[in-house]
């Protein structure tokens, strides 16, 4: 699977640690691919300490974005939502 992979877990680590560096049009890019590989790949690629940065960087770069990017963001974190609460705790 995926998720397991060792290329894919060291890119996911390497967005989340470099996410703070993201300007707004990457945030929202970023968050939806992630729900991409969420919602169509069921490959869970946001952990809370994923969440917590890329939450942090999207209020950080909110008024430098663009209607896309509003957009791109609004869309991925509402995907990104559906699948949270459709997914049960622990998992």
Known sequence: MLRE???FVELIALV???CSEFEAQAVGNVLNGRAV?????GVMSVDDKAAL???CVVESTSRTMNAQGV???LHAL???DAVA???PRGR
């Open 37 to 41: 590989l969420q919602t169509d790949l």
């Open 16 to 18: 989340t640690l470099h």
């Open 53 to 55: 940065h890329l939450v």
């Open 71 to 73: 957009a791109t963001t």
């Open 78 to 80: 509402h995907e990104l």
């Open 5 to 7: 992979h060792d290329g």
């Open 85 to 87: 609460g459709a997914t």
